[in-house]
């Protein structure tokens, strides 16, 4: 036997030398969790023609011998840019010439194509094949050995049929159609008999895992399967008997390393079959596997990873959490379109792929939910390799449940399931989003409703069960239910919910005060609260407010929800929407390219980000993250300390330091107050602590309370802050360091007395800011006092917040109408043209050249860098009326100082009047803050100083 192992290990080390050849995209094997050593990948230039008029059938398109006129890059799908081609029929044509080499002679030779929209048909050498349907799963036709030429060119023509079908699982493609071919195609070379699929069920606590073989078709005579698990003893040779198609047994893992979120590790996996005919010939069996690769064997390698996916209690309390290794984990998801805005639903490169997983870890998330859309293996194997939890999606039709769209679910459930078995990743199945498609029109008082009704749900039910029995081993989704809709039979007691941030603690109260097991809350009439993990499967304020939130500084919101969150332990983990942008929701943590968005929270607290808002050891002090107080007020501080964790590495006692920081009238930082506050610990604590009292500065300004939550050495384990606005009618006069007597000069944004804009101008929020876009400018007459003569008067300077202002859509003239079909993806391509959005700053800058002048001195020229809007436009979020309406929240701008020529001064002292104008000469317009917007608590200033 072991002699036998050894020829079949040498099967996977030896990789057939291709020829040189043109680079192809993506040219990695698309399935490292089901690869054979031999293989070609087909990806690349095709010659492509569209089928407009449905003609090729009847033309015999398929026999290749036409020529066709445009060149696709495959596997992109056409219309996506990275194809080449644009998206001009329903009905397209591939072909191309294909040699399968030399060395494959006498072996089967199958084409597979990864995942191809919708109905595909396959011709070789001018033989049809086949058709599959489906959009979303790999299938796969042989190439007849009568039509085989190896080493000699023949034509593989493949014609897609993408026309909308309503019971079609379409899912959510609208963000860029999966168009024809989109995943890797290729030929692979395989022996007379073969594995279909060879599945791994790890059971960690036995210390084993259960191994399921499954052939095509029964075997035409004893089998022999070995197994080479790296770092596990290799099993017995096991026998796969003449006419049967599947075989389990159970092979022992001692001692086993479990993959984890911190230590993903994989088992690798090398599995031969082979005729058991053959087990006597020893090591002469190596030649005859060796004569054209794999001829009388199978080879394919593979990976599992020893996990335990299961419900546990949160330690201390009844309330249910999803489990890793009979661990409880606190989600924190991201919802993932899983797009690309050149590519669509495929990515241009592997190491894209992977740097999508690593974008979710680096930002401390677990977890992502692929949304709508059956992901791509080689993103689902960076997320095995690098730990991240993935909630799968079965994509959802569009039409009503009838026959052929159940048909259609419950045909290609069992592919998924199949498919991706064997990934650790993935931790449960979704079958249906927001009950899409799960409703039928129905006649009530002489109208046509949508109802969810009672003999869908006991279909779902059965689809739940489906999916139940083709794999126990993970948590079952029924519906992630939204929008009046409820569970049925269900693993996961999901809920969606889209608010601003101040709607959290309301709506979390409410939830978590209904929701127990017997309870009828969120389930469909029949069925109740069982003991499911409680979770929310999408969040975020994109839809919080009315007409969506386009694109926004999203991270203040979210600052207050996850604030919010932490303090309802019954909810067992959130899931935002989104990892990244798509084309008609602004909301992700990442633009539609992947490039960062800028948060502002370490403005707040030095060294803070957003992986802070997802330690495992949380400090929290509710969902209000600002407010107004009085001066020298004592505010009291409400604490809640949330363990997600049950880490001892910390010590027993915490520190929590307390430091009061902000920006004074004039937007300068100062310190007031700090102080250090010990906190028991104990791993899963869920404890409301003793608040802590603060004294508000005594003067006008934006106070921050910053927490820094430490362990017994020091280290940081978590940071968070709440801002205070001291409110305080600003003086005329203030007296500086060294006894320095100051008059305060100040004028309000909006009381301009002239300002001509080339493109537009106009006031928010009744003109607590002013914008003017173009070129153009703003001009003040600020009233000069009388007794401020030049023989009392020393000099003047002039401070404001402002910004760069570019003219977003939404601020066009015009009536601007945003296509309703969002789900579908009837987007605005316009970032800026929902009401309520304000680009959130990332590294696209928008800059202005400000010329500032003095009763007609030149004072100078400023260049703001941006109009920027993220955490920082503190003032723009803490006053922005609670209407489910945004008016530039989070937009601010920057402080700016020049000083007041001395001439200017003396004409204000002989007129009476300074006169400030604030000029543009290219389009990068200007922002004008006051001092209830922006960043900084004041109004446009002129500090003159007095002798």
């Given at each position: 036997?072991?002699?036998?192992?050894?020829?079949?290990?040498?099967?996977?080390?030896?990789?057939?030398?291709?020829?040189?050849?043109?680079?192809?995209?993506?040219?990695?094997?698309?399935?490292?969790?089901?690869?054979?050593?031999?293989?070609?990948?087909?990806?690349?230039?095709?010659?492509?023609?569209?089928?407009?008029?449905?003609?090729?059938?009847?033309?015999?398109?398929?026999?290749?011998?036409?020529?066709?006129?445009?060149?696709?890059?495959?596997?992109?799908?056409?219309?996506?840019?990275?194809?080449?081609?644009?998206?001009?029929?329903?009905?397209?044509?591939?072909?191309?010439?294909?040699?399968?080499?030399?060395?494959?002679?006498?072996?089967?030779?199958?084409?597979?194509?990864?995942?191809?929209?919708?109905?595909?048909?396959?011709?070789?050498?001018?033989?049809?094949?086949?058709?599959?349907?489906?959009?979303?799963?790999?299938?796969?036709?042989?190439?007849?050995?009568?039509?085989?030429?190896?080493?000699?060119?023949?034509?593989?023509?493949?014609?897609?049929?993408?026309?909308?079908?309503?019971?079609?699982?379409?899912?959510?493609?609208?963000?860029?159609?999966?168009?024809?071919?989109?995943?890797?195609?290729?030929?692979?070379?395989?022996?007379?008999?073969?594995?279909?699929?060879?599945?791994?069920?790890?059971?960690?606590?036995?210390?084993?895992?259960?191994?399921?073989?499954?052939?095509?078709?029964?075997?035409?005579?004893?089998?022999?399967?070995?197994?080479?698990?790296?770092?596990?003893?290799?099993?017995?040779?096991?026998?796969?008997?003449?006419?049967?198609?599947?075989?389990?047994?159970?092979?022992?893992?001692?001692?086993?390393?479990?993959?984890?979120?911190?230590?993903?590790?994989?088992?690798?996996?090398?599995?031969?079959?082979?005729?058991?005919?053959?087990?006597?010939?020893?090591?002469?069996?190596?030649?005859?596997?060796?004569?054209?690769?794999?001829?009388?064997?199978?080879?394919?390698?593979?990976?599992?990873?020893?996990?335990?996916?299961?419900?546990?209690?949160?330690?201390?309390?009844?309330?249910?959490?999803?489990?890793?290794?009979?661990?409880?984990?606190?989600?924190?998801?991201?919802?993932?379109?899983?797009?690309?805005?050149?590519?669509?639903?495929?990515?241009?490169?592997?190491?894209?792929?992977?740097?999508?997983?690593?974008?979710?870890?680096?930002?401390?998330?677990?977890?992502?939910?692929?949304?709508?859309?059956?992901?791509?293996?080689?993103?689902?194997?960076?997320?095995?390799?690098?730990?991240?939890?993935?909630?799968?999606?079965?994509?959802?039709?569009?039409?009503?449940?009838?026959?052929?769209?159940?048909?259609?679910?419950?045909?290609?459930?069992?592919?998924?399931?199949?498919?991706?078995?064997?990934?650790?990743?993935?931790?449960?199945?979704?079958?249906?989003?927001?009950?899409?498609?799960?409703?039928?029109?129905?006649?009530?008082?002489?109208?046509?409703?949508?109802?969810?009704?009672?003999?869908?749900?006991?279909?779902?039910?059965?689809?739940?069960?489906?999916?139940?029995?083709?794999?126990?081993?993970?948590?079952?989704?029924?519906?992630?239910?939204?929008?009046?809709?409820?569970?049925?039979?269900?693993?996961?007691?999901?809920?969606?919910?889209?608010?601003?941030?101040?709607?959290?603690?309301?709506?979390?109260?409410?939830?978590?005060?209904?929701?127990?097991?017997?309870?009828?809350?969120?389930?469909?009439?029949?069925?109740?609260?069982?003991?499911?993990?409680?979770?929310?499967?999408?969040?975020?304020?994109?839809?919080?407010?009315?007409?969506?939130?386009?694109?926004?500084?999203?991270?203040?919101?979210?600052?207050?929800?996850?604030?919010?969150?932490?303090?309802?332990?019954?909810?067992?983990?959130?899931?935002?929407?989104?990892?990244?942008?798509?084309?008609?929701?602004?909301?992700?943590?990442?633009?539609?390219?992947?490039?960062?968005?800028?948060?502002?929270?370490?403005?707040?607290?030095?060294?803070?980000?957003?992986?802070?808002?997802?330690?495992?050891?949380?400090?929290?002090?509710?969902?209000?993250?600002?407010?107004?107080?009085?001066?020298?007020?004592?505010?009291?501080?409400?604490?809640?300390?949330?363990?997600?964790?049950?880490?001892?590495?910390?010590?027993?006692?915490?520190?929590?330091?307390?430091?009061?920081?902000?920006?004074?009238?004039?937007?300068?930082?100062?310190?007031?107050?700090?102080?250090?506050?010990?906190?028991?610990?104990?791993?899963?604590?869920?404890?409301?602590?003793?608040?802590?009292?603060?004294?508000?500065?005594?003067?006008?300004?934006?106070?921050?309370?910053?927490?820094?939550?430490?362990?017994?050495?020091?280290?940081?384990?978590?940071?968070?802050?709440?801002?205070?606005?001291?409110?305080?009618?600003?003086?005329?006069?203030?007296?500086?360091?060294?006894?320095?007597?100051?008059?305060?000069?100040?004028?309000?944004?909006?009381?301009?007395?002239?300002?001509?804009?080339?493109?537009?101008?106009?006031?928010?929020?009744?003109?607590?800011?002013?914008?003017?876009?173009?070129?153009?400018?703003?001009?003040?007459?600020?009233?000069?006092?009388?007794?401020?003569?030049a023989d009392n008067v020393s000099g003047a300077s002039f401070i404001m917040e402002a910004s760069a202002k570019q003219l977003y859509g939404k601020d066009k003239s015009g009536d601007v109408k945003i296509p309703d079909n969002y789900m579908l993806g009837g987007g605005t391509f316009d970032n800026s043209l929902n009401a309520n959005s304000y680009p959130m700053t990332d590294d696209s800058k928008f800059s202005s050249d400000v010329a500032?002048?003095?009763?007609?001195?030149?004072?100078?020229?400023?260049?703001?860098?941006?109009?920027?809007?993220?955490?920082?436009?503190?003032?723009?979020?803490?006053?922005?009326?609670?209407?489910?309406?945004?008016?530039?929240?989070?937009?601010?701008?920057?402080?700016?100082?020049?000083?007041?020529?001395?001439?200017?001064?003396?004409?204000?002292?002989?007129?009476?009047?300074?006169?400030?104008?604030?000029?543009?000469?290219?389009?990068?317009?200007?922002?004008?803050?006051?001092?209830?917007?922006?960043?900084?608590?004041?109004?446009?200033?002129?500090?003159?100083?007095?002798?």
């Open positions: 036997m072991l002699r036998l192992s050894l020829c079949l290990c040498f099967l996977f080390l030896w990789v057939r030398a291709l020829p040189a050849q043109t680079p192809v995209p993506l040219p990695e094997h698309p399935r490292p969790d089901w690869q054979r050593a031999n293989w070609l990948n087909l990806n690349g230039a095709w010659e492509f023609r569209f089928d407009k008029e449905d003609a090729g059938l009847k033309q015999g398109w398929g026999k290749g011998t036409q020529k066709f006129p445009l060149s696709i890059n495959v596997p992109f799908p056409w219309g996506a840019p990275l194809s080449g081609v644009k998206d001009e029929a329903d009905i397209a044509w591939y072909q191309r010439t294909v040699t399968v080499p030399k060395d494959w002679k006498g072996q089967r030779v199958f084409v597979v194509i990864g995942a191809s929209d919708y109905r595909t048909t396959v011709w070789f050498g001018g033989k049809e094949l086949g058709t599959f349907e489906g959009g979303y799963v790999p299938f796969e036709f042989e190439l007849p050995a009568s039509a085989l030429k190896a080493g000699a060119g023949q034509k593989l023509v493949i014609r897609v049929d993408d026309t909308r079908r309503d019971y079609a699982l379409y899912g959510k493609q609208g963000y860029g159609n999966a168009r024809g071919i989109w995943q890797t195609i290729y030929l692979e070379a395989r022996a007379n008999e073969y594995l279909e699929t060879l599945h791994f069920t790890p059971d960690i606590d036995k210390g084993t895992v259960k191994v399921t073989a499954t052939l095509p078709k029964p075997a035409s005579q004893d089998l022999a399967l070995t197994l080479n698990i790296a770092g596990v003893s290799a099993p017995a040779t096991q026998t796969i008997g003449k006419g049967q198609s599947q075989l389990s047994f159970d092979v022992a893992v001692p001692d086993a390393k479990l993959w984890t979120l911190d230590n993903p590790h994989l088992y690798e996996v090398q599995a031969g079959l082979i005729p058991k005919s053959l087990l006597h010939l020893g090591e002469g069996t190596k030649a005859s596997l060796q004569m054209g690769g794999l001829r009388g064997a199978d080879g394919v390698n593979t990976y599992f990873g020893m996990r335990k996916i299961s419900v546990v209690n949160l330690p201390g309390t009844n309330y249910p959490y999803v489990a890793l290794n009979n661990q409880p984990i606190y989600l924190q998801l991201a919802l993932d379109q899983s797009y690309h805005p050149e590519g669509f639903y495929t990515f241009p490169t592997d190491e894209f792929m992977k740097n999508e997983i690593k974008l979710a870890k680096d930002i401390g998330l677990n977890g992502i939910r692929t949304h709508i859309k059956i992901d791509v293996p080689r993103k689902l194997y960076w997320a095995d390799k690098m730990g991240l939890l993935v909630m799968s999606d079965l994509p959802n039709f569009w039409g009503q449940p009838n026959a052929e769209a159940r048909a259609e679910s419950e045909r290609v459930l069992p592919q998924l399931i199949k498919r991706d078995f064997n990934h650790p990743a993935i931790f449960s199945w979704i079958l249906f989003n927001e009950t899409w498609g799960l409703r039928t029109k129905v006649e009530e008082n002489g109208k046509k409703v949508d109802r969810y009704l009672p003999e869908t749900q006991q279909w779902v039910v059965s689809m739940y069960r489906k999916a139940k029995a083709l794999d126990p081993s993970r948590l079952i989704e029924d519906n992630s239910i939204c929008c009046g809709a409820g569970h049925t039979e269900t693993d996961i007691n999901s809920w969606h919910e889209y608010l601003p941030g101040y709607g959290w603690d309301e709506y979390l109260k409410n939830l978590t005060s209904k929701t127990a097991e017997g309870s009828t809350f969120n389930f469909e009439k029949g069925y109740t609260v069982g003991k499911q993990p409680n979770i929310n499967s999408e969040f975020g304020n994109v839809w919080g407010y009315d007409g969506s939130s386009g694109d926004v500084d999203w991270t203040w919101d979210y600052h207050r929800a996850v604030n919010a969150f932490r303090q309802y332990p019954l909810v067992a983990g959130w899931l935002y929407t989104e990892h990244h942008d798509v084309i008609n929701e602004w909301n992700g943590y990442f633009k539609f390219d992947r490039t960062p968005k800028y948060t502002g929270l370490e403005a707040f607290v030095p060294g803070m980000s957003l992986k802070d808002l997802h330690a495992d050891i949380y400090v929290t002090t509710g969902q209000n993250i600002s407010k107004s107080v009085r001066p020298t007020e004592v505010v009291q501080v409400p604490l809640t300390i949330s363990s997600m964790t049950g880490r001892t590495d910390v010590g027993n006692e915490l520190t929590l330091k307390v430091e009061l920081n902000g920006w004074d009238a004039f937007g300068q930082e100062k310190k007031w107050q700090s102080f250090t506050q010990k906190i028991a610990y104990t791993p899963w604590m869920q404890q409301t602590m003793a608040p802590v009292y603060v004294i508000m500065p005594a003067e006008k300004s934006v106070a921050v309370l910053a927490l820094t939550l430490q362990d017994s050495k020091g280290n940081v384990l978590s940071r968070n802050f709440n801002t205070y606005i001291v409110e305080k009618p600003q003086s005329s006069e203030m007296v500086t360091g060294g006894g320095q007597k100051n008059r305060l000069l100040t004028v309000d944004p909006k009381q301009f007395t002239d300002a001509k804009w080339s493109l537009k101008q106009w006031n928010v929020l009744e003109g607590l800011k002013v914008n003017g876009a173009g070129s153009g400018y703003f001009e003040y007459k600020i009233k000069w006092p009388a007794d401020l003569k500032i002048s003095f009763n007609g001195v030149s004072a100078g020229k400023l260049n703001l860098p941006d109009d920027p809007a993220d955490h920082r436009g503190v003032l723009s979020w803490h006053y922005q009326p609670q209407n489910r309406k945004l008016r530039e929240a989070g937009s601010y701008g920057y402080r700016l100082e020049v000083n007041v020529p001395a001439d200017a001064i003396l004409k204000a002292q002989q007129t009476g009047e300074l006169v400030l104008r604030l000029a543009v000469e290219g389009n990068g317009g200007l922002a004008i803050y006051g001092e209830k917007f922006g960043m900084y608590p004041f109004d446009p200033t002129v500090i003159v100083k007095v002798k």
